[in-house]
C-alpha cells in the first residue's frame, strides 16, 4: 500500500519532467541519422510490407472477411512493435539512464513512466497511419473505433507496471533480463500477431494464449478497428487478461517497494 | 499477504529520510546514527533469489557506521578520510541518490552535487540539449534555463562544441561543463568531491574562484571531500575526519587536518 502511494505520488510529483524526458527519450532515439525521425516509421513500414507479401500474397492467408488483410495484419503488428520494444529495453530501462539512477536523485518508477510514455506517443503516431490505411483501402472506422481510447489507457498502465516491475529485477540479474530478451522473439510468432488465434484447433492452447497480454492487445486493437466487437461481448479474452493485469500490478508494486533503494548500489 | 506487507515496510521505519526545501532552517544537514550497509552475495545468482527469500546469506560491509554529525547552514565542511572512510556513501546519502540502511537523515534546502563531474550527461544528446536535460531535473523552467545557459556555455569554454553530441567530448570537457552547470544553478547545499582538479591549471584556477564566489553568499552550505589538506585548509573551517564509516574527530580545520595527517 506504501509503495503504491509512493509510486503514484513520485510520477504527479515529477509529472512535467516526465513529459519533458518523453519527447527527450524520442530526440534521442533519432539522433545521429539525417533522416531523424523518419526511421522510426521506416522499420514498422517495412515489416507490415515483407509480411503482407509473405502472407497474404505468398500463403495466401485471409481472404474471406469484409476487411482488406493488411488492415487485420498491422492492427497486430503495430502494437506488437510498441510491446516488443517495452519487453526488449522497457524491462531493463535503468540501463538505458544509468545517470538517473546513480548520479541524480530521480524517482526510479518514473523513469519506467516517461519511457514507456515516449513509445506510446511512437506507437499513437503509427495508429494514425494504420487509420489512414483503413480508409485507404476502403475500411473505414466505424463507432468500435472508441473502444480504442480505453484499449491504449490498459496498454499504458500495463506496460508501465511491466516495466517498474520488471526493470529492478533486471538491474540485479542479468540472467532474468536475458530471459525476457530470449523471450521476445518466440512471443511474436506465438501471440498471434500474424495469425487469428480462433483459428487454433486446441482448447488449451486457447487457454494457455487467452492468458498471454500480447495476444490480448493485438486481439483488442483489432477488435476495435476491423473485427468490430466489444470486448466485453468476449469474457473469454478480457477477464484473463484482468486477471494478469492485477497479478502484475501486485507484482510490480512488491517489486519496487523490495528493491528499489538496491537498484543504485548494483548497477 | 499482509503479514509479509508489513516485512516490507520495516526497513523504512528504521531508516528515515527527510528532505524539503526549507532553506531557512538554521540546520542544513542531519545525520543520526546514519548506517549504510551493502549485501554482499556469493554470487548474482544469491543476490536474485534474495529479492524473493529472506533466507539467502551475505556478507555485510558497513561503508557508513553509525555515523552522526549535524551541519548548519552557511558552514563549510571538509570531509577527510582515506580511500573508502565513507566519504562518498555520506556525500550520496544526501543527494539522495543512495539510501540509508538504518538512522536518520534530515536534509533541508536543494542539493546540488559536483560528484564524479564527467558522469552523468547523456552522450547522444548535445552539450546544450544536456543543460536542458538537467536544468528539467532539478526543476527550472525553460526561461530559467534559458537565462542561465549563456553563463553556463561561457564558463566551460566549449566553443563550438556545445552543439555536438557528449559523447564526442573529452573528459575534461565533459568535467569542465558539469562543474559549470553544477555550480551556476544556485544550490542550498553544494557538494564537492574532488571536483576542483578539473581540466589545466588555469581552469582549476577559475573553478576555485567560483566555489569562492558560491561561499561567499552566507546561506549556502558546501561540503567539500578531499585527499588534498591544502584545498580543504583554503575553503573550510571545519573538518570532520572519516575512518572506517565512522565520524572519529570532529572539529576546526586545522586540528582536524592535523589529526588526519597523523593517521595516514
Not at chain 1, 476502403?138 to 508501465?160: C, D, E, H, K, S
Not at chain 1, 492452447?205 to 487467452?210: E, I, R, T, W, Y
Request: with cysteine.
Amino acid at each position: 500500500m506504501k509503495t503504491l502511494k509512493l509510486i503514484l505520488g513520485e510520477n504527479w510529483l515529477w509529472r512535467r519532467q516526465i513529459a519533458n524526458l518523453a519527447l527527450m527519450d524520442i530526440k534521442k532515439t533519432c539522433r545521429g541519422a539525417v533522416l531523424g525521425w523518419v526511421w522510426l516509421f521506416v522499420k514498422p513500414i517495412t515489416y507490415i510490407a515483407v509480411f503482407w507479401f509473405a502472407l497474404e500474397l505468398g500463403l495466401r492467408a485471409g481472404g474471406n472477411t469484409e476487411y482488406p488483410y493488411i488492415v487485420w495484419l498491422s492492427a497486430g503488428l503495430i502494437p506488437w512493435f510498441f510491446m516488443q520494444e517495452m519487453i526488449n529495453t522497457g524491462s531493463n530501462v535503468y540501463k538505458r539512464y544509468p545517470f538517473l539512477v546513480n548520479r541524480i536523485a530521480f524517482p526510479l518508477s518514473a523513469i519506467s513512466t516517461f519511457f514507456t510514455l515516449s513509445q506510446f506517443i511512437i506507437f499513437l503516431m503509427l495508429v494514425v497511419l494504420l487509420v489512414v490505411l483503413c480508409y485507404v483501402v476502403g475500411a473505414p472506422l466505424t463507432v468500435y473505433a472508441l473502444q480504442l481510447i480505453p484499449v491504449f489507457v490498459l496498454m499504458l498502465v500495463f506496460w508501465n507496471l511491466f516495466s517498474i516491475m520488471c526493470s529492478p529485477l533486471s538491474a540485479i540479474s542479468k540472467d532474468f533480463y536475458n530471459l525476457l530478451k530470449a523471450l521476445s522473439t518466440p512471443l511474436f510468432w506465438l501471440s498471434g500477431i500474424i495469425f487469428d488465434v480462433s483459428n487454433l484447433s486446441s482448447g488449451a492452447l486457447h487457454l494457455v494464449l487467452a492468458f498471454n497480454p500480447v495476444t490480448f492487445f493485438a486481439e483488442a486493437v483489432r477488435a476495435s478497428v476491423c473485427e468490430n466487437y466489444w470486448l466485453w461481448e468476449r469474457p473469454d479474452v478480457l477477464l484473463p487478461f484482468l486477471a494478469v493485469l492485477a497479478v502484475t500490478f501486485v507484482l510490480a508494486v512488491r517489486c519496487y517497494g523490495k528493491l528499489r533503494k538496491d537498484v543504485a548500489d548494483v548497477l | 499477504m499482509s503479514s509479509k506487507q508489513t516485512g516490507l515496510v520495516l526497513p523504512d521505519t528504521q531508516a528515515l529520510v527527510m528532505r524539503d526545501e526549507d532553506s531557512a532552517n538554521p540546520v542544513a544537514i542531519e545525520f543520526d546514527h546514519v548506517t549504510k550497509s551493502y549485501k554482499l552475495f556469493k554470487n548474482d545468482r544469491a543476490r536474485f533469489m534474495s529479492a524473493f527469500s529472506k533466507n539467502v546469506p551475505y556478507k555485510e560491509v558497513r561503508a557508513n557506521d553509525n555515523l552522526s554529525f549535524t551541519i548548519r547552514r552557511g558552514e563549510a565542511v571538509a570531509f577527510l578520510g582515506t580511500n573508502g572512510a565513507g566519504k562518498s556513501t555520506a556525500l550520496k546519502i544526501i543527494t539522495g541518490v543512495s539510501h540509508p540502511t538504518s538512522g536518520r537523515v534530515c536534509v533541508h534546502g536543494r542539493v546540488s552535487a559536483l560528484l564524479e563531474l564527467s558522469a552523468g550527461f547523456d552522450g547522444q544528446l548535445s552539450g546544450r540539449e544536456n543543460i536542458a536535460f538537467r536544468g528539467q531535473l532539478w526543476g527550472l523552467s525553460a526561461e530559467e534555463i534559458a537565462q542561465l545557459e549563456p553563463r553556463i556555455i561561457d564558463f566551460a569554454e566549449l566553443g563550438d562544441y556545445i552543439d555536438q553530441p557528449m559523447r564526442t567530448y573529452s573528459s575534461g570537457m565533459k568535467a569542465r561543463l558539469g562543474f559549470a552547470f553544477a555550480s551556476s544553478i544556485k544550490p542550498d547545499i553544494l557538494v564537492v568531491d574532488e571536483a576542483l582538479s578539473v581540466g589545466d591549471r588555469r581552469f582549476a584556477k577559475k573553478c576555485l574562484a567560483r566555489v569562492h564566489e558560491i561561499m561567499s553568499d552566507s546561506h549556502v552550505t558546501v561540503l567539500f571531500v578531499t585527499h588534498s589538506s591544502s584545498s580543504a585548509k583554503e575553503f573550510c573551517k571545519r573538518g570532520i575526519v572519516l575512518d572506517r564509516g565512522r565520524n572519529i574527530y570532529d572539529a576546526d580545520i586545522k586540528d582536524a587536518i592535523a589529526y588526519y595527517e597523523g593517521i595516514v
